[in-house]
Structures are given as structure tokens and as C-alpha cells.
């Protein structure tokens, strides 16, 4: 049975070392932090020799994994094999390794996956295995209820209590972000704040995290939410943004999901494309999980739809470039919308 993050971390200290860890999911900071309070202990006991693989890099060979746990350490003796594989997705080849590694560990060497995305679809015998023989921890999403009270035990833990306007002054300000969270709740700890905090306070010291910006409106696109990448959009021409300066910014991910779906129709190799053009692990993560939501097609209609939206914005065509652009971003984000929305409605 999998743990939470919370509960690991609870139980790790007086854990024994298990042979094999997966510790996956969605949130980005959680899984770190395990991972590192996971590494820490090992130093602690020992496991002084890290071999760090990359199992998302071009030309990755799974036999790596069996040579790595078959070969003698060469510093130490006892070592962590480091395995990353952001999309949590081995394949069939990886899916036997991991398998195989599960059956036999080597006892000198404790493996350590971790995994940016994580869902009921990557489950498999090869988690099974793992979760069997070692530990599985998932980093579930903080539901939007529950983000204050994450805060409030965060800010605790630095010794500083907010009072419920405080609270939601902060909880506001980062939108769900556990990582502009965590960095602000990080920056008030080094400003020396601590005890009660008031709304007043809080106000002056927080940094406005939720500053609408180009990035996070693409990045909710990716996250299927179009209530927030509307609402950041709404912000954005509140701020004084033009449709022109957004439109290239939106064009180049859009141009690049449809370039990417291209190949993955023709070849299923989109990702090592990716990975031959150095797109970093998290965004590579973010466009394969849009490729398996829409195809070639509709991003290069939606290229298509968004050239029309700058013809708009200068002029060179009828219409409101931002109820367009608006509209574009809904097929993007949400998938119940493209058979009802195009930019000409």
C-alpha cells in the first residue's frame, strides 16, 4: 500500500532501510523533499557512493540498471542508485528492469526512483513489485480546500503563526503554488519573523507570487485549467499587457506541441525529440501529457487560430484579439470546449 508523503516522513526515521523506494507524483516539492529526507538517511548509515541516472536521457539503455546493480561499488560499500524518470512511464523494457531488480537486489545498494507525474494510468507490475519489496510514497496534489492548512504547519514549523487573514493574504498570493509557498514561507523565516503575524504584516512582507505573468498562464494550459488561465489572462490585460507581446510567447509552446504530436503520429518517438532538442525533464512531462489529450491537428489549428488573433490585435482583421486569444487558450486547456469554441465564434 502506498504512503503519503506525510506519513514517510513521519516513519522514516525509525524505518529500516528498505532494498528499493518510488516516490512519485505530481507536486514537485514534495517529491524532492522526500527524496531528500530519503538521501539523507542513507548518508547517515552509510551509503556514502550516489550514482545518479538519467532514465529520460537520449540513448538510455535499461541494462544500465542491471550492470550498475551487478558491478562492485567503487568507493563504497553501500551505495544509492539515484533513478530518475520524470514521466513515470519505464516502457516496457524498464518496466522489466525495474522487475527484475525488485526480485534480486543487490545487498549492498538501496534504488531510489522518483517520478514528476504519477496517476492511476502508470501503475503497473513493476510499482507493484516495488511496493512489495520496498516502499511506494506518493506525493498526492494539495487540494485547493486543504492549501491553508498546509501553509499554517508550514509556517509553524519556522515558528510563525498567522492569523486567518494573514493566512488567506498568503494562500491567495501563491494560487495553489506549493513551490511560491514554500519559498515565501522560506523568505520570511530569513527576515527573522517569527511569532504571530498579522494581515497587515503579512501584506507588507509577502511578495505578490501571484503576479499574473505569460508563464503561468501557459503553465495552467498545461494543467487542463482554463478558469485559471482565464482569470491570469483577465489579469494580464488588467496589468496593461498587449495581445501582440503574448501572442509569440503562446505561438512557440503551441508550434512546438504540434511539431511534437507530428512525430509522435509517425514515429512514437516525440519524446526522444524532445530530449535531442534539451527541452528540460518537467517541460518535456508537461508536453507529453498534452500529446496524449490532442493531436497534430488540432495545435496546428490552433497555430493557425492564433495567427488570426494577431491579425486582430493590428488591426489587420474584424474582431477582439482577447476574447479570441481567450478563446484559443479554451481549446488548448480544456478539451470539453474544442468541439463548441473557435476563435472566429
Known amino acids: 500500500m502506498s504512503l503519503g508523503v506525510d506519513s514517510f516522513l513521519n516513519t ?7 532494498p528499493v523506494y518510488l516516490i512519485a507524483g505530481a507536486e514537485a516539492l514534495l517529491v ?9 538517511k542513507l548518508r547517515a548509515e552509510g551509503y556514502s557512493e550516489r550514482i545518479v541516472i538519467d532514465a ?7 541494462n544500465d540498471l542491471h550492470q550498475h546493480g551487478a558491478s ?5 560499500s553501500l551505495r544509492l542508485l539515484d533513478l530518475r524518470l520524470p514521466t513515470g512511464k519505464p516502457g516496457k523494457e524498464g518496466a522489466q528492469a525495474l522487475l527484475e531488480f525488485c526480485q534480486s537486489p543487490p545487498p549492498d545498494t538501496v534504488l531510489l526512483v522518483t517520478c514528476q507525474d504519477w496517476s492511476s494510468k502508470h501503475g503497473g507490475k513493476w510499482s507493484e513489485a516495488i511496493d512489495q519489496r520496498g516502499e511506494l510514497v506518493e506525493a498526492r496534489s494539495i487540494k485547493p480546500g486543504e492549501i491553508g492548512y498546509w501553509i499554517s504547519r508550514r509556517l509553524s514549523a519556522k515558528g510563525i ?3 486567518a487573514e494573514a493566512l488567506q493574504i498568503l494562500t491567495a498570493r501563491v494560487e495553489g503554488n506549493l513551490l511560491a509557498a514554500n519559498q515565501e514561507i522560506d523568505k520570511l523565516a530569513m527576515q527573522g519573523v517569527q511569532g504571530a503575524v498579522t494581515a497587515a504584516q503579512m501584506q507588507q512582507w509577502v511578495a505578490d507570487s501571484s503576479r499574473f505573468d505569460v508563464f503561468k498562464l501557459i503553465d495552467a494550459c498545461y494543467d487542463r485549467d482554463f478558469p485559471r ?3 491570469i489572462l483577465r489579469g494580464l490585460r488588467a496589468e496593461g499587457e498587449q495581445v501582440p507581446a503574448l501572442v509569440p510567447m503562446v ?3 503551441l508550434f512546438n506541441l504540434a511539431y511534437y504530436a507530428r512525430i509522435q503520429e509517425e514515429s512514437r518517438r516525440a519524446q526522444a525529440a524532445m530530449q535531442a532538442d534539451k527541452h528540460w525533464q518537467s517541460k518535456q512531462a508537461q508536453m507529453l501529457r498534452m500529446l496524449d489529450s490532442g493531436n497534430a491537428r488540432l495545435f496546428e489549428d490552433l497555430c493557425r487560430q492564433l495567427a488570426d488573433v494577431d491579425r486582430m ?14 478563446r484559443v487558450l479554451a481549446q488548448w486547456a480544456d478539451a470539453k470546449l474544442r468541439s463548441r469554441v473557435s476563435v472566429c465564434a
Open 251 to 253: 505561438g512557440k509552446e
Open 313 to 326: 490585435s493590428k488591426g489587420r482583421l474584424g474582431g477582439d484579439a482577447w476574447v479570441a486569444l481567450e
Open 229 to 231: 488561465a482565464s482569470r
Open 161 to 163: 503563526k498567522a492569523d
Open 56 to 62: 529520460d536521457a537520449g540513448g538510455f539503455d535499461w
Open 12 to 18: 522514516l526515521a525509525k524505518a529500516p532501510i528498505k
Open 32 to 40: 524532492q523533499e522526500a527524496a531528500d529526507a530519503l538521501r539523507q
Open 72 to 76: 562492485m561499488s567503487l568507493f563504497a
